[in-house]
């Protein structure tokens, strides 16, 4: 392992400038050594534009991780993924001919629906809310991009996480007789189309594989364990879990919440566990930092240090990930939206 992580100082020394490193907070500590930065997706998002000069990004993440980037990023530059089957569970729930088939019915009439993306959704679908004047959104902004979008709409088509959807919804205080969950099944057919019409939310059916797992009774016992502990929560979790937290937020939230806490602090987590383990490791012995349960994302974890070093071996030759520009234009267009919104 020490031979492998020289190898990858070596090539990041040979490459200089021209290469930058990016991981997502839930990749593995051996990983987010080699990188230039660590961030949530709006963090990482964000520093495309910013690397004018860079021309192999390194997305260490998984795949619509690196499709964001490769939209954002300018024509010279090419962009790589370590491990290809990275996927998104919670991604692939919602596929973008069938996201396309649903908003071009729900504006079939006088209504204007907004579509908004969570990041964690492939560029095909960004895409698609691009065409239909949407945008995305993340964790730490979905309750400004939810109210962009409910600025622009008669309604929000919200999309594909409905957790998250109705935590900002409780945030934003949109009333329940006002949301809707939508039947997707037999592509569209079962649509209420009556009471989408009188939805002021509409939600897509998906979710996080991971925070998903995270249950009430995790927090009951870690109550009973910890009484005078602080719990925080992802927002992709059930809105039943982030109701009985302390508080709800982002990964770069999370951190925040961890680091500000006073010494001493027991402080329990639910979120994905290489987070919490970094966090566990950083702050002891002089704050303990505990997971609510230990849920791991499979896809996150199939990047590697090896995986990494195969990558920079073979940046010349590597495959990078490519977006055609019938869909890089319109999605990259609801992401700078969001860029625009939140600056």
């Known amino acids: 392992m020490q031979r492998i992580s020289q190898t990858i100082d070596g090539l990041r020394q040979k490459h200089?400038?021209?290469l930058l490193i990016l991981a997502h907070h839930y990749q593995e500590?051996?990983?987010?050594?080699?990188?230039?930065?660590?961030?949530?997706s709006l963090e990482l998002a964000r520093q495309i534009p910013l690397a004018e000069n860079v021309q192999n990004?390194?997305?260490?993440?998984?795949?619509?991780?690196?499709?964001?980037?490769a939209i954002l990023a300018t024509?010279?530059?090419?962009?790589?993924?370590?491990?290809?089957s990275a996927g998104c569970v919670m991604s692939n729930m919602a596929p973008a001919s069938l996201v396309e088939t649903m908003l071009t019915r729900l504006n079939s009439g006088k209504r204007r629906v907004i579509p908004l993306a969570y990041v964690n959704s492939s560029a095909a679908v960004k895409g698609v809310c691009g065409k239909f004047r949407g945008s995305v959104c993340t964790s730490a902004n979905s309750s400004t991009m939810l109210s962009w979008a409910l600025d622009r709409g008669d309604a929000v088509l919200f999309l594909p996480d409905q957790n998250l959807g109705l935590n900002t919804a409780n945030i934003l205080g949109i009333p329940q007789n006002e949301r809707l969950r939508l039947n997707v099944r037999q592509k569209g057919a079962l649509v209420d189309v009556q009471a989408a019409e009188q939805a002021k939310l509409i939600l897509w059916p998906g979710c996080c594989a991971v925070h998903h797992l995270f249950k009430c009774a995790h927090i009951n016992q870690m109550r009973k364990e910890h009484p005078?502990?602080?719990?925080?929560?992802?927002p992709e979790c059930t809105p039943d879990v982030v109701e009985k937290a302390d508080a709800a937020g982002s990964t770069s939230a999370i951190i925040k919440f961890v680091e500000k806490a006073p010494m001493g602090s027991t402080i329990i987590v639910g979120t994905e566990i290489s987070l919490v383990d970094r966090l566990t490791e950083r702050y002891a012995p002089d704050k303990k930092i505990l997971p609510l349960a230990r849920c791991q994302c499979?896809?996150?974890?199939?990047?590697?240090?090896?995986?990494?070093?195969?990558?920079?071996?073979?940046l010349q030759a590597g495959r990078d990930i490519s977006v055609k520009d019938t869909v890089r234009t319109p999605a990259r267009l609801a992401l700078q939206r969001m860029l625009d919104a939140c600056n």
Not at 59 to 67: I, K, P, R, T, Y
Not at 228 to 234: F, P, T
């Open 298 to 314: 499979s896809n996150m974890a199939k990047t590697t240090e090896e995986k990494l070093l195969q990558t920079l071996n073979a």
């Open 29 to 40: 500590d051996s990983v987010v050594a080699h990188a230039d930065m660590t961030g949530d």
């Open 228 to 234: 005078d502990a602080q719990i925080i929560v992802h």
């Open 57 to 69: 990004i390194v997305f260490c993440g998984v795949h619509f991780m690196a499709e964001s980037a």
């Open 16 to 18: 200089g400038d021209s």
């Open 75 to 84: 024509p010279e530059q090419r962009v790589f993924l370590p491990e290809a």
